[in-house]
């Protein structure tokens, strides 16, 4: 059984930076691909950055493309999202994923945490 745990999130004001977690408890953590979703009260689940398993490829969604950074630990089985110049429109739920391939689509993974809260107030 694959675990996700994610950490880091919380409170902060408009333009200020959080570092988001995910520690993952699977020995074969270095074949998953990670991504990061988030979710919004009254929206659905949107796709945020991901990962390939070896960490050569990255992804991200156009709203946070040149703020935020993904990036892995294999040997630490972790997965961060570093997330700079944050906006109010980044508030929601942070989730990771784990899956087998680098996907924008939270249909493609298989594991999930049970998400952090992160609110920007303006």
């Known amino acids: 059984q694959v675990q996700l745990v994610e950490s880091g999130g919380g409170l902060v004001q408009a333009g200020g930076s959080l570092r988001l977690s995910c520690a993952v408890s699977a020995r074969t953590f270095s074949t998953y691909a990670m991504g990061w979703f988030r979710q919004a009260p009254g929206k659905e689940r949107e796709f945020v950055a991901a990962i390939s398993w070896g960490g050569g490829s990255t992804y991200y969604a156009d709203s946070v493309k040149g703020r935020f950074t993904i990036s892995r630990g294999n040997a630490k089985n972790t997965v961060y999202l570093q997330m700079n110049s944050l906006k109010p429109e980044d508030t929601a739920v942070y989730y990771c994923?784990?899956?087998?391939?680098?996907?924008?689509?939270?249909?493609?993974?298989?594991?999930w945490g049970q998400g952090t809260q992160v609110t920007v107030s303006s």
């Open positions: 994923a784990a899956g087998r391939r680098t996907e924008r689509d939270p249909r493609g993974y298989d594991y």
